[in-house]
């Protein structure tokens, strides 16, 4: 029920998922009579890989997640949240309200033993490929054992992603050892003993635009105000382009050829919004689409969601945690 | 002595920044020997204006903090800031280690009477126009007092630079009152008391470059994460665009022809390489020029500190303090 265009996208991003991946089942949460109105307007659609849960209600953008967690016992995100606590799906994908999801996913699913906070982690694109950056913003005050915490798993789901031993850094402000706030150094610390961890130092913000890590490692804080300037950013340059390319003929001429070439650069560069972010450390799988991503960007959730369980991430994270943790 | 590209690039902005500002005086500090050779590739120089006062040491980008305090007592950069402290230079520019920089300001100048820590400030390039973002990585542990003074430095500074009743916020991960930590939400109380500082409240990354607020503050962890990443990102996409370019025929002569309009963005997006960044809460003018910024950059720093001579910036600071300040 969630995401800035609602139902309607969420409904044609699944329809368009289930017919990319032919093993693939969904069950969509929410209004039932809103829901199968939506699936109505696509006849194509197999039924028998495409139900509908019902819940009565819907957490908003605005609701606390108190609010989500208390006042709303039969929400959309909860029930779909139960269907994966009780087996009955193997992943929850949802657009809603990020916050509101990060404290319904602790409560039903709660976390795998030794971590004590779930993490979100997104792809971010860099010059050599990709970089698992997280904490994106769930966990705004950290400790170092925090930190820690958030390297192993991140490590752990490169390796998902098809990285062999994944370079881990922490995001800091510079990179010789007497850099950085108090949870960082002692962070350091605690990575550069832990073994089968790649822990390759301090990377600073150029630096993972670089590719100089695989996983970039750093406080809830300091990483949604990295990822969401970068988007900030990435738009203001668009914008800028477009408007350099309209300012005569000549350019106007230059920016019509270069325009695809724009768009290209463009999806590549709003991973967020294209891909999903995942949460980290729950006895689950749980994937959050950027409220404003759209059909493309629900549909990358979905597929990530995939990638996960076909490789078993929450499996793979336990028993990496079971060897790495003290 | 300072930057990656040492004094021969120093001296030549040095010589043009004398020829584009007929009342400008210019010292240079640092071996006489190498900096009249310097000087004297350039025989056209008024050298009424352009002195050179003799320093024994170097501080090196590697030298730590305490070593410029207490190592090197005849260092290019003291002498120069006591050439300043003394009145004898109205405003200081460097090139060199910035942590030195700030250890050497804070000591050989002292800080203005109500502030604790100096902030680090540069103009970042906005939908908008442009805004000073401060802490950029001078005090990586910040209290909300912190926070409130720079809010009142940044508001000072940006109103020098010509912005009327300039909106002040605070960087945080959310703009709804229980978003961000306890620093933030502190300073967000105390400046929604400040009577003559037009605070806006919160303001988020993207929202930054959206241009809503003339002032942003942070502390400066997460000002040099969103600094560096900016420049990181900012440089991957220029690599990105140059590469599409490149792939064929046709993209190559689109390139060709969008090459002086990359320039120019590229050019604008740079800014901390460009413009100087200013320590403000200081006794004093100081301006950090970008390491690896190059003549036009170092010119840019010794015209910010020409600015901030023309409206008397510390001064109109100090003012400010004791109305504002408790």
Not at 138 to 151: G, I, P, S, Y
Not at 223 to 245: D, P, Q, V, W, Y
Request: charged share 20%.
């Amino acid at each position: 029920m969630g995401g800035d265009f609602g139902p309607r996208s969420i409904v044609q991003a699944c329809i368009a998922s289930l017919s990319a991946t032919p093993s693939l089942h969904l069950t969509l949460v929410g209004q039932p009579s809103l829901l199968e109105e939506l699936i109505a307007s696509h006849p194509a659609v197999d039924r028998a890989r495409l139900t509908v849960t019902a819940a009565r209600e819907t957490i908003s953008m605005d609701d606390k997640p108190a609010t989500a967690l208390r006042g709303k016992p039969d929400s959309s995100m909860r029930v779909a949240l139960e269907l994966l606590r009780d087996g009955k799906v193997q992943a929850c994908v949802s657009a809603g309200n990020t916050g509101a999801l990060m404290a319904l996913s602790r409560h039903v699913l709660k976390t795998l033993p030794g971590i004590d906070r779930p993490a979100m982690v997104a792809a971010i694109p860099t010059q050599k490929g990709y970089c698992q950056l997280l904490d994106l913003g769930a966990n705004v005050d950290c400790t170092a054992e925090h930190l820690f915490q958030f390297a192993v798993m991140g490590s752990v789901a490169a390796e998902a992603l098809g990285v062999t031993r994944p370079r881990v850094a922490l995001l800091n402000i510079g990179t010789e050892d007497i850099k950085g706030n108090q949870q960082v150094k002692l962070a350091a610390t605690l990575l550069q003993g832990a073994r089968g961890l790649n822990y390759i130092g301090f990377v600073e913000g150029d630096g993972l635009y670089r590719g100089e890590a695989d996983v970039v490692v750093c406080d809830g804080f300091v990483g949604n105000i990295l990822l969401k300037s970068s988007e900030g950013l990435a738009t203001m340059i668009a914008t800028r382009i477009e408007a350099l390319f309209k300012q005569n003929l000549v350019s106007r001429v230059v920016g019509a050829l270069a325009l695809p070439l724009m768009r290209r650069l463009q999806a590549d560069l709003a991973p967020a919004r294209h891909n999903g972010a995942s949460f980290l450390g729950l006895q689950g799988i749980v994937v959050k689409s950027h409220g404003s991503a759209g059909v493309q960007g629900f549909q990358s959730a979905i597929a990530r969601a995939l990638i996960e369980i076909q490789e078993n991430l929450p499996q793979r994270l336990r028993g990496r945690l079971e060897d790495l943790l003290p």
